[in-house]
Structure formats: structure tokens, C-alpha cells
């Protein structure tokens, strides 16, 4: 598509040497300036397509680097999760994070819900919530 836009540009171009009618060869300039903006534009658009899919590669390598450091396991309480593989470095403390997420391409760290001191004293199991997709899960 690039190569056609600059071939075109370079034919109106060639063109505009053979005009000898001031109206036509200024109408033909003006014409050539659109082309010349639109291929601007378009190149820009292209520019910032390349440097969107940068990012994206580079968050895709980023991640695949990142998911190595967990594996699939089973909280006390039966719910999946990704756990963080014991002695990986950078060493960081020990933490789950949510399975839904990590299927998404995303790490999201399982936090403990808040518990109010009502219902603390019935021994209810220990529940952790994903801020990402808001899942609720008994650790
Ligand atoms: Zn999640």
C-alpha cells in the first residue's frame, strides 16, 4: 500500500513538469499536497501501529518470563491458583495468584479479605479475592 501511495506521488510529480497552464499546474500542486498529507497521515497511523505492537510483543515476552516463576497448585481450602515456586529468583515472599487471571495473560496477587470482627469469631474459613476479576476464593 506504501509503495502504490509513493508511486503515485511520484507520477503526479513527473506530471506537473509537462503543465504549461497556470491553473492546471496549480491545481495539479494542490493535489499533490493532499497526496503528500494523506501519505504523512498514513505513515504516522503505521508508526504508531508498529510502536503499539512493540509494546504488546514486549508485554507478551515479559509475561511468558514471568509465568515461569509459578506453577498450579491447591489452596487448603480446594481452590486453584498459581503459587509461586519455591527458591525462584528474584526472590519475592510467598504468594498466590488468581488462575482466572493468569488464563487472561495477567498476574493479579490473591489478597485476604477483610473480615469484620462479627463474623471473625465463627471460625469461618480464610477467603482471598482477586481485585482484577473480583473472584472470591477460600484459601
Ligand atoms: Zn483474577
Given at each position: 500500500m506504501a509503495m502504490g501511495a509513493f508511486k503515485s506521488l511520484m507520477d503526479s510529480a513527473k506530471a506537473l513538469k509537462d503543465m504549461n497552464d497556470a491553473h492546471v499546474r496549480h491545481g495539479a500542486?494542490?493535489?499533490?499536497?493532499?497526496?503528500?498529507?494523506?501519505?504523512?497521515a498514513t505513515q504516522t497511523?503505521?508508526?504508531?501501529?508498529v510502536g503499539?505492537?512493540?509494546?504488546?510483543?514486549?508485554?507478551?515476552?515479559a509475561w511468558e518470563a514471568d509465568k515461569q516463576r509459578y506453577e498450579m497448585s491447591t489452596t487448603k481450602g480446594g481452590s486453584i491458583v498459581y503459587r509461586l515456586k519455591p527458591g525462584v529468583q528474584p526472590a519475592e515472599p510467598t504468594h498466590d495468584i488468581c488462575a482466572t487471571c493468569y488464563q487472561r495473560r495477567?498476574?493479579?496477587?490473591?489478597?485476604?479479605?477483610?473480615?469484620?470482627?462479627?463474623?471473625?469469631?465463627?471460625a469461618k474459613p480464610n477467603r482471598v479475592r482477586?481485585?482484577?476479576?473480583?473472584?472470591?476464593?477460600?484459601?
Open positions: 500542486v494542490i493535489e499533490l499536497q493532499e497526496k503528500i498529507f494523506a501519505a504523512q497511523a503505521l508508526l504508531e501501529q503499539e505492537l512493540e509494546k504488546e510483543v514486549a508485554d507478551f515476552e495477567r498476574k493479579s496477587i490473591l489478597q485476604p479479605m477483610q473480615t469484620n470482627a462479627v463474623t471473625s469469631t465463627l482477586c481485585f482484577e476479576c473480583k473472584a472470591e476464593l477460600v484459601a
